[in-house]
């Protein structure tokens, strides 16, 4: 079994503690679930079946954060399984300080970063950040048929797109626009500025910006 | 109020201001900029709208039931969670 310590509490870069994100937007994006503190109660005093409801109860939220940062559902079911199987270990730490989501989705972003830095993989790619691309100027769009995007995405065209980002870019975004992290936890979580976590995200969004314009393009085309 | 294309150097100079913009803005953006570019209000938009969208893009899929099947099986062979946590030295 892998030894990936990725707590929150003892991740390789600190990050900002989730209790420092503001009460409302960790209620927003992590709303508290009925059972379930009293499943974390019975799963702290080792109750298997209790740990197991939890699995339940968060196993998709794991699961597609883990896919949306990885592009690969075999690795996302692998780091899955990791981040709960460290939930089984530090479960006995929580202290109920933040949300248990919160803090249940800090360790499993955690484990996915440890698992591209064992894979040598730049969470921010050098290439993405010094290479003037085609974001970089200035936007012309003189002629297009149609100014706006307003209204005409879908979920599922939009969850393609992110999918077709550059793994750096689709980081941030995740876990900026999707996760709801702010710039400075994005930076502890990376390793980067903050004003390369803003800039990364400028970055992808311009990217999807594109690549929804021409989806919508061709299916105005059909 | 007249939308007019600007020069592509006022459009450049906006935009390399937008991640902060956005970041100190969020989706309210107020920029003299704005009033009179079509294309840029266009992209703030756009971008407003992405954002947003991906606010409500919800956890869809679920993880295979092999995954709990090799949590379960590992379990089998961890201490239990409150040994865990007596050896992180926690109370």
């Not at chain 1, 503690?17 to 702290?44: D, K, T, V, Y």
């Not at chain 1, 940062?69 to 690795?75: C, D, I, P, S, Y």
């Not at chain 1, 990376?190 to 400028?202: A, T």
């Amino acid at each position: 079994m892998r030894t990936t310590d990725a707590s929150p509490a003892s991740g390789p870069a600190q990050p900002l503690a989730a209790e420092a994100r503001p009460i409302q937007q960790q209620q927003r994006r992590n709303p508290p679930i009925a059972g379930e503190l009293n499943a974390i109660a019975l799963a702290q005093a080792g109750d298997g079946a209790s740990f197991e409801i939890l699995y339940n109860m968060h196993k998709r939220r794991v699961y597609s954060l883990c896919l949306r940062m990885l592009g690969n559902v075999a690795e996302a079911e692998d780091l899955t399984q990791e981040a709960f199987l460290q939930l089984h270990r530090k479960i006995g730490t929580f202290r109920g300080d933040s949300a248990f989501s919160t803090w249940l989705h800090r360790m499993a972003v955690n484990v996915v970063l440890m698992h591209l830095r064992k894979k040598g993989l730049p969470l921010v790619s050098l290439e993405e950040t010094l290479e003037p691309t085609q974001e970089d100027g200035p936007r012309k769009d003189f002629g297009t048929r149609d100014l706006t995007l307003s209204g005409s995405i879908d979920r599922v065209t939009l969850e393609r797109a992110v999918q077709e980002l550059p793994p750096g870019y689709r980081m941030v975004f995740v876990l900026h626009d999707v996760e709801g992290y702010e710039h400075n936890e994005i930076a502890g979580m990376l390793g980067c500025s903050i004003g390369n976590s803003k800039s990364q995200l400028h970055k992808a969004r311009m990217r999807l910006r594109s690549l929804l314009r021409e989806s919508a393009d061709g299916r105005a085309d059909a | 109020m007249t939308m007019t294309t600007n020069t592509p150097q006022e459009c450049s100079e906006f935009q390399q201001q937008l991640p902060d913009f956005f970041d100190s803005g969020g989706d309210r953006i107020e920029h003299p900029h704005l009033n009179t570019c079509a294309n840029c209000s266009a992209l703030v938009r756009d971008l407003n709208y992405i954002a947003t969208q991906a606010k409500l893009l919800m956890p869809i899929h679920d993880p295979s039931p092999a995954v709990w099947e090799n949590i379960s099986h590992a379990l089998g062979k961890e201490p239990t969670a409150r040994r865990a946590s007596e050896d992180d030295g926690a109370p």
